[in-house]
């Protein structure tokens, strides 16, 4: 059974910065490709970034280029997403999910919630 469980989601004012963690209870973490999706209020989960089983590969969403950061620890199972310099556009549910491709994905965590105010 895999397990998603993502956390450091909260309120910031625009121009700050959080970071998100995403912890996997995956067996064969370092094989899995991982990824960070978001859903705004009226609008359809989208992708933001995601990152290959090694680290050495990311992607990431035009929108979110040279402001989010995703990285990993296999050897703790997590990964992260650094966001700075935030938008209040970014206000969305941020959800992590994995596979062996994702996206798309085949599983994820219950989502963490991130605002930011203007």
């Known amino acids: 059974q895999v397990q998603l469980v993502e956390s450091g989601g909260g309120l910031v004012q625009a121009g700050g910065s959080l970071r998100l963690s995403c912890a996997a209870s995956i067996r064969t973490f370092k094989t899995y490709r991982m990824g960070w999706f978001r859903q705004g209020p009226g609008k359809e989960r989208e992708f933001v970034a995601a990152?290959?089983?090694?680290?050495?590969?990311?992607n990431y969403a035009d929108s979110v280029k040279g402001r989010f950061t995703i990285s990993r620890d296999n050897a703790k199972n997590t990964v992260y997403l650094q966001m700075n310099n935030l938008k209040p556009e970014d206000t969305a549910v941020y959800y992590c999910?994995?596979?062996?491709?994702?996206?798309?994905?085949?599983?994820w965590g219950q989502g963490t919630q991130v605002t930011v105010s203007s």
């Open positions: 990152i290959s089983w090694s680290g050495g590969i990311t």
């Open positions: 999910g994995t596979g062996t491709v994702c996206p798309p994905c085949d599983y």
